[in-house]
């Protein structure tokens, strides 16, 4: 349930690199290749590692079933790195970009210790970057995923991590060529602090925006952190749930693009029946056709949870919630108005039913997941007050710079940019304050 982004003062952590020459536009190089007439194939990225840059988007999407496969084996993963949530995005805003390019950044093991996962007898996916090139306002590869996207990050198989790390920092520089390499709201303990880590040039960390997080436990373990007083009405507030009959059913994927355009219309309506502008992108048909897209094949496969409550019969209240191995994100809701007159709290209701989709992903994942499911129930971005009531813990992400020799100077750029409009906004809020608390 996010709304926002935020960005705030940088700090400095740089090393001296040459820089790598930029590779073209193409049908499928490796990484690094530079100047036109760079053949196709695999570039060695060294102990038995090979680096290739796709830059077709049906290549791309050829890629979905390895690809997924990868997702399942980075313990960092988070729903918005799945195959479905990008490759949909990339059709819906990458591609009608002008001046953008796609540049899918791929790292194989060695065919003879990779099985037969990779297509036709390619070796076994073992890291992975979705990203783009922009040239707004500087020249920068950008990870897939965009604004509506609450995490960006790479994959990295864990049992390659550590020598894949460095191999997809090279294979990164490689296809940024003179650019900046750009990720924006990184998670911490994101598979991209080991990329990190191990690059050979300046590189940048600058504050993102602030995710509140709560444990993966059960609804009364929850209720049980807060105070007594709020603790109370908690309860009280899903006796009522129960004594109205709400009812509660996820629905199956093939039902997920009807239900996407009733939540969708419902958030319009939930938010200007209280007088609230609605997020402009929320009510794009882009938005809606690469949710309908990206939703239907995550729920398919496990990554993605629509929800519907009713009441009398009738659907009430439709929530999105997002699923990793680590992480389950409560991203968007709509409810019907009409519920406030009945006195019901959508916020429990809508925390209820997140603390059932962990207990459901402990249920199927447990005998293979060590940690038994998700750490976290995520409430994405956002600092509404109504998160407040739980408790949660402050995460703040991060934006992670990275640049070799002539990219360095975007890399200052970008760095004094961010902290100026930091600096802009703090002014701006403390003025607002300023304004409440004189009314």
Partial sequence: MRTTTKARQPRTDSTAAAARPAAPAGRDRPAGAAGPGARDGSKPAGRGLSAQVCTSADEFGALEAEWDLLHGRCTAATPFQTHAWLHSWWRAYGARGAGRGLRVVLLRAAAPNAGAEGAQGAGRLVGAAAMMRVH????ALVPLGG???DFS???LDDAYAQQAAPALAEALAGAAGSALVDF?????GAALERVYACWRGPRRTLPDSLCLELPAVPMDELVARLPSSRGQRVRSNLRKL???GVERRVVAPEEVPAMLRALLALHRVQWQCRG???TGEHLRPRFAGHLEHAVRAMAARG???VTEFRLDGAVVAVDLTLLAPRLAGGYLFGADPRLRERKVDVATMLMHSGTLHLAELRDQRGSRDPAGGPGVLSLLRGDEPYKHHWRPERVVNRRLLLARGRSAALLTATAWDSAARSRAKALLRSRREGIGTAG
């Fill in 136 to 139: 707004r306002p500087f020249p």
């Fill in 147 to 149: 604004a509506i996207s």
């Fill in 153 to 155: 990050d790479v994959l």
């Fill in 184 to 188: 924006r709201e990184v998670r911490p």
């Fill in 242 to 244: 129960a004594a109205l």
């Fill in 276 to 278: 609230r502008k609605v």
């Fill in 303 to 305: 990554a993605a949870a």
